[in-house]
C-alpha cells in the first residue's frame, strides 16, 4: 500500500487520453506526464505532476497522486 494510507491507482494511457478528449485537451503524441500536466493546467491547478519530493505532496485528492509519486521516484 503506498505511503499515503490510499488505495494505489495508476492508470494507462488510455484512460488518461479520455479524461483529456472529455475535457477538450488534444492528447496528440504527447508523454503520460506531458499529457496530464496539460490535463492539470486545462483543470486550472498547477502542473506539477511528477515533481513530489520525497513522496511528500499537499494535494491529497488529486487524481494523478498515485502515478505521481511513482513518476517522481523514477525522475530523480
Do not use: Y
Not at 484512460?15 to 503524441?29: D, M, S, T
Not at 508523454?31 to 519530493?53: H, M, R, V, Y
Request: charged fraction near 25%; aromatic fraction near 6%.
Amino acid at each position: 500500500m503506498p505511503p499515503h494510507g490510499l488505495k494505489e491507482t495508476r492508470m494507462n494511457m488510455k484512460e488518461i487520453r479520455a479524461i483529456a478528449k472529455a475535457q477538450g485537451v488534444k492528447p496528440l503524441k504527447r508523454t503520460k506526464a506531458d499529457l496530464i500536466k496539460s490535463i492539470q493546467l486545462n483543470e486550472g491547478n498547477f502542473d506539477c505532476f511528477a515533481s513530489a519530493q520525497q513522496q511528500a505532496c499537499n494535494q491529497t485528492c488529486c487524481l494523478w497522486r498515485d502515478d505521481c509519486f511513482g513518476q517522481a521516484t523514477k525522475a530523480a
